[in-house]
């Protein structure tokens, strides 16, 4: 790997500008608030395990976390149940449907399989340990802030538009309450559920959330240890299933590390033990993955070096 903080810098610069205005995709419509954030915006941030930072664009534009929120109640949720009880009352396994699918449940006997899409995601916060719906957010919203190092805050109005018109959620909840795998109250985890995925993140946040994953579990800004260094490789499997929904397996395949996104435009790959590559563009491909987000991750981690499979001589 190129670690020289010169070439990362450089690499951070260049992928912004080759890929900040590719053309394609469209912001996500289902919820109201994506739709109406400007399509051109376009943020790439790197931070390393050693707590190097780099970034260009609009890295600091506060984007909806979304789906990304899921990696992060699933390390809650497995330092409090641990990863075998994790594995065994959600999942690690990819669904194969869509991320919001009814029929992955009916397909796997009401077990959602994996805790990255909506139904185990639901069913992960459902195992946060907490008496009071107050209690399993602050818990939630107090790791986020942990993973990032910042104050990070809900958005008010997303949050209104999305427990507005997530009448698909709440219907996954019941479907899973009603198998015995949802472990609290159905619409308590769905409206936590649906609050975590409305916090506002910047580029360069998710990138040290990565950071911290990569790190072993310190935050490499704040140094406070966060997560246990044992639960993250299986944070990072999972993430390799099912991270960039229906393409994850293409993604895993191309580009080689351990991803997640969000149909806010945020994307995050992890390179174990050696940093995090986050990128943000409102506009999606069909499957939901950010369409410059992609490209922007991918040119830095091609050009670093930076792939979980690579093997001596490739
Ligand atoms: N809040 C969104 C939902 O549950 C998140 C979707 C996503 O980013 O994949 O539908």
Known sequence: MTTDTQSIAALVSEAHSLFAATPGGANASYIPYLASVPSTLAGLAVVTADGQVFEAGDSKYAFAIESISKVFSLALAMEDIGPDALRQKVGADPTGMPFNSVMALELHDDKPLSPLVNAGAMSTVSLVKASTAEERWARILG?????????????????QSEQTTNFHNRAIAWLLYSAGTMYSDAMQACDVYTRQCSTLITALDLATMGATLA????????????????????????????????????WAYTV?????????????????????IAGFSPPLDPVGNSVRGQRMVAHVAKALGLNLYRVPGA
């Open 143 to 159: 790791m986020q802030r942990d993973l990032a190092g910042r104050q990070i805050e809900l958005s008010d109005e997303v949050n």
């Open 215 to 250: 790190s072993g579990g310190i935050n490499p800004i704040t140094k406070k240890r966060v997560l246990t260094a044992a639960n993250i490789p299986h944070i990072l499997a999972e993430m390799t299933m099912e991270g960039l929904y229906d393409s994850s397996g293409d």
């Open 256 to 276: 080689g590390l351990p991803g997640k996104s969000g149909v806010g435009g945020g994307i995050l790959a992890v390179m174990p033990g050696q940093l995090a």
